[in-house]
């Protein structure tokens, strides 16, 4: 169901290869004054928790 998280299988990539990706950065919730961008829209720090908690309880 679209409520199921569901783990990737590892990538299988060559040991040599050095990645850096700064998409999965954890950056202190201080320094995010703008908003969260997601699939959603981009949402004020604020509203983020509601709006998951409205989307876990069947809400669009």
């Known amino acids: 169901s679209p409520s ?3 783990r990737r299988a590892p990538a299988a ?3 040599c290869i050095d ?3 700064p998409a999965f950065d954890v950056t202190p919730h ?3 004054t703008g908003g969260i ?3 959603w829209g981009v949402l004020p ?6 709006e998951l908690a ?3 309880a069947g809400g669009q």
């Not at 720090?45 to 509601?50: A, M, V």
């Open 4 to 6: 199921t998280w569901r």
């Open 54 to 56: 409205d989307r876990a």
């Open 37 to 39: 961008v997601t699939e």
């Open 19 to 21: 990645v850096w990706n």
């Open 45 to 50: 720090p604020g509203d983020l928790l509601r």
């Open 13 to 15: 990539t060559p040991r």
């Open 30 to 32: 201080d320094l995010i």
